[in-house]
């Protein structure tokens, strides 16, 4: 009983210092986000909110939220549009090329993202899209879709085919079986997908570099560019607004649809 209760101790101080190390970033940029002074330091001489007052006030950091907003709104609702067929014919169907497909779907995690936006700023400059709202969807689809891919496959797999052989042979169609059976069954894996993508391209920096210019700047790049001349509290405190808009849709998302288990299943 005493080598279990110190195994469990020696375990329970292994993982609060991991998760203190894991949070810590966190916790100072926190703490920083309250100072009141005119520049980044830590720890921090005094208290205000100052700081986020001039977070709201910035008209970079506004309209790099709203760049970033409908940028991500409208690349979550195309890779989803996308991923979903990708997901069918890659879990349902046989044939041949299917091993290369996928692979090709899922290359763009393996590839590293400056290599992307190189890339992407090649083959968008002619056309020309960059410095473009859909300049930016585009290039972020190409990160996206497959974390859409990826879960709604796991959602297929997870799901009883059973069902919609039952309403193949009751006489529905192709559409009526996806609409009344697949898709329900898909659900959690297809938002949480969504969600993911959504998550993606609001926060994606490095491919943004490349293809944003002067007219539509995404708020990664606007927070870099601002923190190339100045560094004070503020961004810190947009940094805070940031985490806490990630966690509370995770958590909305977790509660509604289970996000964690269908990322389990994955």
Do not use: C
């Not at 293809?211 to 700047?217: I, P």
């Amino acid at each position: 009983m005493t080598t279990r209760r110190l195994t469990g101790a020696v375990w329970a101080v292994v993982l609060t210092v991991l998760y203190l190390f894991l949070l810590a970033p966190i916790l100072v940029v926190l703490v920083e986000s309250f100072d009141h002074s005119t520049y980044l330091r830590f720890p921090p001489e005094g208290f205000s909110l100052e700081s986020y007052r001039q977070v709201f006030a910035n008209d970079a950091f506004r309209e790099g939220f709203k760049v970033s907003g409908i940028t991500a709104a409208v690349t979550a609702l195309l890779a989803m549009a996308t991923g979903v067929p990708a997901a069918l014919a890659l879990t349902r169907l046989r044939f041949r090329g299917r091993a290369a497909i996928e692979a090709v779907f899922l290359s763009p995690l393996l590839v590293p993202h400056i290599v992307l936006g190189l890339a992407l700023l090649l083959i968008l400059a002619p056309i020309p899209l960059t410095d473009t709202y859909w300049g930016l969807i585009l290039a972020h689809l190409g990160v996206s879709v497959p974390y859409v891919v990826r879960t709604v496959s796991a959602a297929l797999v997870s799901a009883d085919p059973r069902a919609e052989e039952a309403a193949r042979t009751l006489g529905a169609n192709g559409l009526r079986t996806f609409w009344r059976i697949t898709l329900p069954a898909i659900r959690p894996g297809l938002f949480s997908g969504g969600v993911i993508a959504f998550l993606l391209s609001f926060d994606e920096t490095v491919i943004s570099l490349f293809v944003s210019g002067q007219n539509t700047v995404p708020l990664p790049v606007a927070v870099l560019q601002y923190v190339e001349y100045r560094s004070d509290p503020s961004v810190a405190s947009l940094s805070v607004l940031l985490v806490l808009l990630s966690v509370v849709v995770v958590v909305l998302v977790e509660r509604g649809l289970g996000l964690r288990r269908t990322l389990r299943s994955g």
